[in-house]
């Protein structure tokens, strides 16, 4: 286990501390009686938690492929299971990205949320907890449990302080989750009944049959195509965005959307090598459905949060054709991409929230000629929009680029196919801007907005996206560090797959045998 890991980046136990960090305060605000105390206490758990997870980042040695900060505690030894935790160049920036997210949800809901503020915030904490839980588990049966952990809270924050429809939403969210994640389930079961093992470093690189790696990588790709989501099983998704207050909105891009991704990084491509190559042609395929058809339906919508949901459809199709053209490029943009999205997605449903705050509707007629009145916020929007169809100079150019990058360097009919769903992002985002920013239109005049309680940017708002746009020109305009934490670890993850379908060449099975017994299994 040892020759995977390095213990001694510090002195401390900085995972399981941001681990439980949440959960304390969670508990904490069982002995606080003052509502906006809860509120400053919620917001300096989060923010506490943030600065603990610095020293990721400052001591974090990127010349090595090892999982690092690493903890490893006995827990049921009879059957060889560990507490065991640690981070990578592909987790860490994931485990950034979601400490420093979670004070934001604080701040975005700071008026929006006036009842059971306890139970709120109590719920933002234990969510917080599992998501960082499931980037750092090194064990598949703490993964599972962290994996599973967040589903009560995020359902929760839908069906209580969502909107009318959010009884549908939220159970639909759960289901749609919860059957998915019963597959998975079921792979770790039969991977531990096969190895005996539930470290996540042993199972990688292990030669399964064929037989064998194509039922393991169904399952988790089940849910973890669900998580993302990917056509046709994202319908819960712009259910779940339009119902959710604005904090669980963030949440859901900015974080659990991700999860989906790094279970395909984490567990398909270094486990099931053979599996992947077979259904490589099938994932393309679906993840190009994704990016057209995400942006087109995003192309028509009123509600603005609607539009912005359906957008998360198509972004995270790049992810995953990203990730499933098998080379460098391809899956450093995938993850540079979930970065990007969970930066700038975050940052629109903050946006979302704002102008809801003031004018209690989502509908882009109702919100219209907001540059009149509001030349901050519109200013944000801009920003974060154009960041969202990926504008040169902003993040999510370099994603999508070294996507496309890889996209063609696979193939040039699988790149030239994701073309369009770039110019779909620029047609519904500038649709979007063009209607909100400058045009009535509904085709009358608002006055001058006071009957639409308009009023600009209060200073905690202004601090909560300029924050954001920070990263959105700083990663645009020089990726290269994020980029170096990720590369060692994306070499070695293509190393282990392209071994692991070396070594199914050289077996008696062999590569093209798999392959056929696969189309064989598809045909019935």
Not at 39 to 51: C, D, P, Q
Not at 100 to 109: D, E, N
Not at 318 to 337: E, W, Y
């Amino acid at each position: 286990m040892e020759q995977f890991l390095i213990f001694d980046n510090v002195s401390y136990p900085v995972l399981s501390m941001l681990v439980f960090t949440p959960i304390l305060g969670a508990i904490g605000l069982f002995f606080i009686n003052s509502q906006y105390m809860m509120k400053i206490w919620g917001l300096f758990i989060t923010l506490l938690t943030a600065v603990i997870s610095i020293p990721l980042y400052t001591n974090f040695d990127s010349t090595t492929a090892k999982y690092q900060f690493a903890e490893v505690y006995r827990w049921f030894p009879t059957i060889n299971l560990n507490y065991s935790v640690g981070i990578d160049g592909i987790s860490i920036l994931l485990v950034i990205l979601t400490t420093f997210v979670m004070p934001l949800c604080i701040l975005c809901s700071w008026n929006y949320i006036d009842k059971r503020i306890r139970e709120f915030l109590f719920a933002i904490l234990i969510m917080e907890s599992a998501m960082i839980g499931v980037f750092i588990s090194l064990n598949t049966v703490l993964f599972y449990i962290f994996w599973e952990a967040m589903l009560i809270p995020m359902y929760l924050l839908i069906a209580v302080w969502g909107g009318p429809r959010k009884d549908y939403a939220s159970i639909k969210f759960f289901l749609y989750t919860l059957i998915a994640s019963v597959f998975l389930l079921v792979a770790i079961i039969a991977l531990y009944i096969n190895t005996g093992t539930f470290f996540i470093p042993e199972l990688m690189g292990r030669n399964f049959s064929f037989s064998f790696q194509i039922w393991v990588f169904l399952a988790c790709a089940l849910a973890f195509a669900v998580k993302i989501p990917m056509f046709p099983l994202h319908t819960w998704l712009p259910a779940a965005h339009v119902e959710a207050p604005t904090a669980g909105s963030v949440i859901l891009a900015s974080v659990l959307l991700k999860m989906g991704g790094y279970g395909f990084i984490r567990f398909c491509l270094p486990i099931t090598p053979l599996a992947t190559e077979a259904c490589v042609p099938y994932l393309i395929a679906l993840s190009l459905a994704s990016i057209i058809f995400g942006g087109y339906l995003a192309l028509g919508q009123n509600d603005i949060k609607k539009l912005i949901a359906y957008s998360s459809v198509g972004h995270m199709g790049f992810v995953t054709l990203g990730i499933f053209v098998l080379n460098s490029a391809g899956i450093k943009g995938a993850m540079l991409q979930m970065i990007n999205h969970g930066i700038t997605t975050g940052a629109l449903f903050i946006c979302i929230g704002i102008i809801y705050e003031r004018t209690h509707s989502r509908d882009i007629k109702v919100n219209s000629a907001l540059g009149m009145f509001m030349p901050v916020y519109v200013t944000f929007l801009g920003i974060f929009s154009l960041s969202s169809l990926a504008f040169p100079g902003t993040n999510s150019f370099v994603g999508e680029f070294l996507v496309l990058l890889g996209a063609f360097s696979k193939s040039k009919l699988v790149g030239a196919i994701a073309i369009p769903g770039a110019v779909l992002a620029a047609a519904y985002m500038l649709r979007l801007l063009q209607k909100m920013v400058w045009a009535d239109s509904d085709g009358h005049k608002h006055g001058d907005g006071s009957e639409r309680g308009l009023f600009d940017l209060d200073l905690r708002e202004k601090l909560t996206l300029a924050f954001l746009t920070v990263f959105v020109f700083w990663i645009g305009l020089n990726p290269e560090p994020l980029l170096n934490i990720m590369d060692e670890s994306i070499n070695h993850l293509l190393i282990q797959y392209n071994d692991g379908i070396s070594q199914a060449v050289e077996s008696s099975e062999g590569l093209h045998h798999a392959l056929r017994a696969f189309k064989g299994f598809i045909a019935g």
